[in-house]
Every structure is written in C-alpha cells, then in structure tokens.
T-cell receptor, first 110, second 117 residues
Framework: SQKIEQNSEALNIQEGKTATLTCNYTNYSPAYLQWYRQDPGRGPVFLLLIRENEKEKRKERLKVTFDTTLKQSLFHITASQPADSATYLCALGSQGNLIFGKGTKLSVKP | NAGVMQNPRHLVRRRGQEARLRCSPMKGHSHVYWYRQLPEEGLKFMVYLQKENIIDESGMPKERFSAEFPKEGPSILRIQQVVRGDSAAYFC???????????????FGEGSWLTVV
C-alpha cells in the first residue's frame, strides 16, 4: 500500500540555522508533492507544491526538492526564526485525495 | 485558511448522540473535501464532494458517517451514534475546480474538534 513517512517526529534547531525536513514515500509515483504548515489547534496552511518534473522550488526562505528516483522530498527553511516553530506536513496525491505524512514538529530556539 | 469556514469549532457529544459539522467553502469554490485527524495521527482523507454529488468517499467509514453538499448551503459531515473513537479534529478543505493531475492547492479550514464523552 502507499506509504509516506516523515523521518523525524521532532526537530530542534537554533535560530538562524537551516532546518531540513525529510519526506519519503513508497509504492507511489506522485505527479506532485505538497508541503503544509500546521500550528496547534489550527488547520494546515499550504506552503509549496512541486511537480515531478521540477527538481527544486523556492519561496522566500523556503526551498523544496523532489527526487523521484530516491522517492524523497527535502524541505528547507533557511535563517530559521522562532516564528517558524510549527508542525510541517508533506502530502502526495491527486484529485484532492491527499495522503499526508504524520508531520515533523519543528522547534526553533532563540 | 482565510475563507473556508467551519462550525462549530468545538463540539462535545455523549456516546450515542449525533454530531453535525458544517463547512462553507471559499467563495467561488465548488469542490469540498473532508479530512479527519486523530490524536497523534496524520490527516486522513474521508470524502470529496461537488455540489449535490459525492465524487469519492473511499475514506469514509462504512457505517454512521455521511456527507452532503447541497445546492444551497454548507457541506455537512454527519456522524450518527458517536463513539469515543470518533473524537478527532475534522478538517474541511475546498478548491475552485477539480484538482488535476498536475496539482492544485486545496485550502483548509480551521477544523472542528469533536470530543465524545
């Protein structure tokens, strides 16, 4: 069955460093992959979408890579800030039926 | 999250009661999706609806759960005879059109937290 894993349940880093989150998937060949941010008690907020023919995508301090050979996506936040502390979710799928990972809880310490 | 409105935000029901969760999609969006997030679990797809049609209900439990998106009014997720295991956050999302194979974003609401006591 299709499986999506986010390697770390939690990641603690120092302010100013680059946070790198990993998303791996199996038994699936997605046309695209998405990253969302979720704060406690809130709904997921869309951050970035990367398509299978795109190796890398950037948005301000965020960068996503997508390696369909390794079946892996990396999500980077550069110059991290305490305000970046949240749970980050990766998602695969089409037609709105997205498969989500359990998320990685990022804590950025000042 | 602006625009997808869910209510109630918090709902407490006793075992055996019915829970009704409402979702008004973003303006101009005609496609609605419901997801459930159990404690310590990831978001799980439940159902995808367009106006007056259920497009994909592959994630819906076979019993007690139903969803609708009438021509007028919000989408409703209905859970009959709730049990403790139904306690979860239920998220609604919407999109302006069918999510294509090349990918479109869906926009989530803030969720409805159901507690069954």
């Amino acid at each position: 069955s299709q499986k999506i894993e986010q390697n770390s349940e939690a990641l603690n880093i120092q302010e100013g460093k680059t946070a790198t989150l990993t998303c791996n998937y199996t038994n699936y060949s997605p046309a695209y992959l998405q990253w969302y941010r979720q704060d406690p008690g809130r709904g997921p907020v869309f951050l970035l979408l990367i398509r299978e023919n795109e190796k890398e995508k950037r948005k301000e301090r965020l960068k996503v890579t997508f390696d369909t050979t390794l079946k892996q996506s990396l999500f980077h936040i550069t110059a991290s800030q305490p305000a970046d502390s949240a749970t980050y979710l990766c998602a695969l799928g089409s037609q709105g039926n997205l498969i989500f990972g359990k998320g990685t809880k990022l804590s950025v310490k000042p | 999250n602006a625009g997808v409105m869910q209510n109630p935000r918090h709902l407490v029901r006793r075992r055996g009661q019915e829970a009704r969760l409402r979702c008004s999609p973003m303006k101009g969006h005609s496609h609605v999706y419901w997801y459930r997030q159990l404690p310590e679990e990831g978001l799980k797809f439940m159902v995808y609806l367009q106006k007056e049609n259920i497009i994909d209900e592959s994630g819906m439990p076979k019993e007690r759960f139903s969803a609708e998106f009438p021509k007028e009014g919000p989408s409703i997720l209905r859970i009959q005879q709730v049990v403790r295991g139904d306690s979860a956050a239920y998220f609604c999302a919407s999109s302006p059109e069918t999510v294509t194979s090349s990918g479109n974003t869906i926009y989530f609401g803030e969720g409805s937290w159901l507690t069954v006591v």
